[in-house]
């Protein structure tokens, strides 16, 4: 019983169009989260959400969109792609107080041509 | 801000031999420390963590301890298998509002076990 999930797990696209990741988590938490990890493995958060209200922005283009229908789901939506965006997106959850431990989806390795 | 600096890889290391990966942070406060691990191709796994000073964290054989004079939360393993190979990251959370917990990694750890 996968705990987060992401679909897809790879996606290839070219520069401006707009795509979409989907991510789901079984846990029952309250707050979701996006995360994008480069080239390099440097991993950084970009947006967190808490029962459907939008906590954090970390200063990412407005061409990404966070959506969240419901607490157990939290889509990333993106336009007008650029070459810079290619990387591993992952999608985590958490519940509550901030020593809790998040869990990671597998990831969705994105790459823009 | 918050931050977190861990040792620049990638580590090869025999199998059986002896693992530190330093990590140290800078945080206002009392952040939470964590060790997270990446196995090729798969999402971040919590390996251990600790919430306070002096705490130990140990999973899998992994051991790390919180310590708040040096700022640090060295990765530690006595005898590790080539099943141990992967990305390792540090990261701390100083979150302060619900909804607020905020992951700060360090830039991660390549290490390889040979055979």
């Known amino acids: 019983d996968t705990a987060v999930s992401q679909t897809p797990k790879y996606l290839v696209t070219q520069m401006g169009n707009d795509k979409s990741i989907k991510c789901e988590q079984n846990l029952g938490h309250d707050t979701m989260y996006w995360y994008k990890q480069d080239s390099k493995k440097f991993l950084k958060i970009m947006f967190s959400y808490n029962n459907k209200e939008l906590i954090i922005n970390e200063t990412v283009p407005n061409r990404f969109s966070p959506k969240s229908p419901d607490k157990a789901h939290l889509n990333l939506h993106i336009n007008s792609l650029e070459l810079g965006d290619s990387a591993v997106y992952f999608c985590a959850s958490s519940q509550g107080q901030f020593a809790n431990e998040q869990f990671f989806g597998p990831g969705t390795r994105l790459t823009v041509l | 801000g918050n931050s977190v600096t861990q040792m620049e890889g990638p580590v090869t290391l025999s199998e059986e031999a002896f693992l530190t990966i330093n990590c140290t942070y800078t945080a206002t406060g009392y952040p939470s420390l964590f060790w997270y691990v990446q196995y090729p191709g798969e999402g971040l796994q919590l390996l251990l963590k600790?919430?306070?000073?002096?705490d130990k964290g140990s999973n899998k054989g992994f051991e790390a301890t919180y310590r708040k004079e040096t700022t640090s939360f060295h990765l530690e393993k006595g005898s590790v298998q080539v099943s141990d190979s992967a990305v390792y990251f540090c990261a701390l959370n100083k979150g302060s509002n619900f909804g607020n917990e905020k992951l700060t990694f360090g830039t991660g750890t390549r290490l390889t076990i040979i055979p």
């Open positions: 600790a919430t306070k000073a002096d």
